[in-house]
């Protein structure tokens, strides 16, 4: 595939990590590659096939987009940080 057809079906996209999700991947954030036209619930679903314990946390999860809570719908675009929020205990 070329660079330019590359360029045009996948993008680029920062993935913040919190809690249970930056636990079972030790860091704080992941640079991933996703199909033009990726949702936020597709990410957290790509996460968990890598990490089957975090299917816990599958209908809990909440999601963000450049700060922005959104839907489980919400479509990705180049160069977005998404935010995926497990639910967080303690004080």
């Known amino acids: ?6 360029s045009q079906s996948a993008i680029a996209i920062t993935v913040k990590l919190f809690a249970a999700y930056q636990e079972a991947y030790g860091v704080p954030e992941l640079t991933l ?3 033009v036209g990726t949702t936020v619930v597709e990410v957290r679903d790509r996460l968990i096939s890598e990490h089957p314990e975090l299917a816990q946390w599958r209908d809990l ?15 990705l675009h180049a160069g977005d940080e ?6 967080v205990s303690g004080g």
């Open 1 to 6: 595939m070329s660079d330019t057809a590359l």
């Open 33 to 35: 590659e996703v199909p």
């Open 61 to 75: 999860t909440r999601f963000g987009i450049n700060l922005q809570f959104v839907e489980a719908d919400a479509v």
């Open 82 to 87: 998404v935010v995926l929020i497990p639910p």
